[in-house]
């Protein structure tokens, strides 16, 4: 079981994915906070139903499945209601990770949290041991979004602006992948930080460090 836990984050468009499928190539665990959040509202879940109760019905699909695009629609103008449903689904998904990595095989393992930092960081998160940020700068990642998404820039802005700053999540970090280069480097840098990662979890560990 691994007692030693890396908090991976990073703006949209950064390539959490790819540094993430990285680690996993090196044998890492990697515990998804955009998987854990589906099965948290996944039907017959307690979550499922709290959100029904909350929201009305009419945010369920025929087959009793989550709409997610009404649910959305209802959240996106009003932090009431943005918030409602984060009281509902964020403590269940951070029991869902921190059970995913303590169950892990390794010597350490990853939970990829994309919204750490509008989570609330180390505050909602404290058993993580340690915070990688995946950092581009905004252009890179304004680019990159709208190639990968087929969008205008003007939306790319809106999307990028919704999340927190660059300097809200560099502020966390305990370490830094920069992903604007050749994926050569970005390969090195994750080999760099993994043995460094099993040399820290090799250590005596009493508790979180935070």
């Known amino acids: ?63 009793g499945q989550l709409d997610r ?15 409602a449903l984060e009281a509902i689904t964020h403590p269940a998904i951070r029991q869902q990770l921190r059970q995913a990595c303590e169950q892990a095989e390794g010597p350490y393992a990853i939970a990829a949290i994309p919204l750490l930092t509008e989570a609330g960081g180390r505050q909602q998160y404290p058993w993580l041991d340690r915070i990688l940020v995946v950092d581009v700068p905004v252009a890179v990642q304004h680019a990159r979004l709208m190639q990968r998404d087929g ?27 920069v992903n604007d280069g050749h994926p050569d480097h970005l390969q090195a840098h994750v080999e760099r930080l993994d043995r460094a990662y099993r040399v820290m979890s090799s250590r005596e560990f009493n508790g979180p460090a935070h």
């Not at 680690?23 to 998804?32: K, N, P, Q, R, Y």
């Not at 695009?69 to 918030?83: E, K, N, P, T």
């Open 69 to 83: 695009a009404a649910l959305r629609a209802r959240i996106f103008d009003s932090a009431q209601d943005r918030q």
């Open 151 to 177: 969008i205008d820039a003007a939306l790319a802005d809106r999307m990028i602006a919704a999340q927190a700053s660059r300097e809200a999540r560099l502020a966390l970090a305990d370490d830094v992948v």
């Open 1 to 63: 079981m691994s007692r030693f836990v890396i908090g991976l984050t990073g703006g949209i468009a950064a390539g959490k994915s790819e540094v993430s499928r990285r680690f996993e190539a090196l044998g890492i665990t990697v515990a998804d906070a955009d998987l854990a959040a589906r099965a948290v509202v996944a039907p017959g879940s307690e979550g499922l139903a709290r959100i029904a109760a909350h929201f009305g019905t009419d945010i369920l699909l025929a087959d």
